[in-house]
T-cell receptor, first 116, second 112 residues
Framework: AQSVAQPEDQVNVAEGNPLTVKCTYS??????LFWYVQYPNRGLQFLLK??????LVKGSYGFEAEFNKSQTSFHLKKPSALVSDSALYFC??????????????FGTGTSLTVIP | KAGVTQTPRYLIKTRGQQVTLSCSPI?????VSWYQQTPGQGLQFLFE???????NKGNFPGRFSGRQFSNSRSEMNVSTLELGDSALYLC???????????FGNGTRLTVT
């Protein structure tokens, strides 16, 4: 069965400092991993994805994620945090058990607060 | 290109009633999925439609149903509402497998 875990409910970081939001995954086959961000009273916005290829994936708004197969992790990173990055972040994995579908399992979310 | 549009944004219903939520996907997207978001359970998959056919279904009771029209627009229906159905219902469209989901802003359903 596929699943993702976000071990931190809350992450606080000072503006200008690097940020990391953690995600670990469990899949039976090849992992298809995604990061989304949610602002208050809005839907989720796609940030980046890993399907195959380079372990460092670059996405929107200066975010990047590092895929680590040995540690089964897919951590979201940004070199310099902005106050506007404060939001709820979700890691997701595509359900490979459902052939032909596009269903995802989402983590429980990590609330990121960037302190001015 | 217009994004995913969900209507209405807010709904207040009483127990026992039924409700219909609407979703218009991004033009050209044939896959439409529905998710329920609650503080306690996070995001839970409801169902996915592709070319008017339900392709996948999550672990929700039969009170939750949906459909997709020939123009890819989708509706979901919840009958005999319960207090626990209060949630943010998110619709997402995509081009297909391995493509990212594009979410609407959701419909906030409150059951009293």
């Amino acid at each position: 069965a596929q699943s993702v875990a976000q071990p931190e409910d809350q992450v606080n970081v000072a503006e200008g400092n690097p940020l990391t939001v953690k995600c670990t995954y469990s899949v039976s086959g090849n992992p298809y991993l995604f990061w989304y961000v949610q602002y208050p009273n809005r839907g989720l916005q796609f940030l980046l994805k890993y399907i195959t290829g380079d372990n460092l994936v670059k996405g929107s708004y200066g975010f990047e994620a590092e895929f680590n197969k040995s540690q089964t992790s897919f951590h979201l990173k940004k070199p310099s945090a902005l106050v506007s990055d404060s939001a709820l972040y979700f890691c997701a994995v595509r359900d490979e058990a459902r052939a032909g579908g596009n269903q995802f399992y989402f983590g429980t979310g990590t609330s990121l607060t960037v302190i001015p | 290109k217009a994004g995913v549009t969900q209507t209405p944004r807010y709904l207040i219903k009483t127990r026992g009633q039924q409700v219909t939520l609407s979703c218009s996907p991004i033009s050209g997207h044939r896959s439409v999925s529905w998710y329920q978001q609650t503080p306690g359970q996070g995001l839970q998959f409801l169902f996915e439609y592709f070319s008017e056919t339900q392709r996948n279904k999550g672990n929700f009771p039969g009170r939750f149903s949906g459909r997709q029209f020939s123009n890819s627009r989708s509706e979901m229906n919840v009958s005999t509402l319960e207090l626990g159905d209060s949630a943010l219902y998110l619709c997402a469209s995509s081009l297909g497998s391995n493509s990212p989901l594009h979410f609407g802003n959701g419909t906030r359903l409150t059951v009293t």
